[in-house]
């Protein structure tokens, strides 16, 4: 990582805290999920950075981002991204983003307006309003506050005893990143979503929807998506959940590497 570099892009109020690989190259933004970071993408930004300039954001409410009191909603995020692509002066960039962050992409590109040149979406949070509702009043926002009193080495020993098949360097990373993200960035969880079907229909760009084979997106809702808008495809990994970046960033590389090499 000794060639990428980080920066702060001042929008909508507030810091967005990027990492960044740099070069004269067709740019990628990764968009990470809730507790996590920019650097959580290091895996993958290391098997695009010879042919992209990826940048990797820290959302606000996460990693060195500010933390406002409020503006936690996928609208907010998503008018982050756009500030962000404005700010750094990105041209056309293809918007990859997991959970949180797919969501978050999927807006941005349902917006319109030219500024994307494609979509990859990682397992978004595309849920049901009853799914919405049993995620908030679940108790992930408490374990995360409880969370917050461990000390690093806790937790990552904690994250390698549930996660045995991630790397040792993505789960500091995520351990990092966790200890990071403020509880005013669980209000992203407060129903409800933006309708992901109407987000879907509304994308005109190329897209890209990449599920695991226990995934939040099933392949019946991926199906349904792909006959609301056929610019949209779906590649399925094998052996993944939802955290598929963290358990087959390989494989999951080489599909992105592939699809963004069509549209180059």
Known sequence: ??????????????SIHY????????????LHGLMGSGACWTPLAR?????????????????DSSAPPHGYRYDDLASDVAGLVRGLGLSRPVLLGHSMGGMTAAV?????????????????????????REVFDSDVADQHRRLLGLQ?????AQARARHPRRSPEIVELQAEARLKTRMGAFD?????????????????VPSLLVIGDDPVVTLEMA????????????EQIQDAGHGLPFEQPERLGDVV?????ELA
């Open 1 to 14: 990582m000794t060639t990428w570099f980080s920066g702060v892009c001042e929008t909508n109020g507030i």
């Open 19 to 30: 990492l960044r690989t740099g070069g004269a190259k067709p740019s990628v933004v990764l």
């Open 47 to 63: 098997a695009l950075e010879d042919e992209f300039d990826v940048v990797m954001p820290d959302a606000r409410g996460h990693g």
């Open 108 to 132: 941005v590109a349902s917006r319109g307006a030219g500024s994307i040149r494609g979509l990859i979406l990682v397992d978004p949070t595309f849920l049901s309003p009853e799914r919405q």
């Open 152 to 156: 690093k080495s806790d937790l990552v």
């Open 188 to 204: 992203v969880l407060t129903p409800p979503n933006p309708e992901y079907r109407d987000v879907v229909s509304a994308i005109d």
């Open 223 to 234: 199906t349904e998506l792909r006959n609301l808008n056929p610019r949209v495809r779906i």
């Open 257 to 261: 590497v592939s699809f963004l090499r």
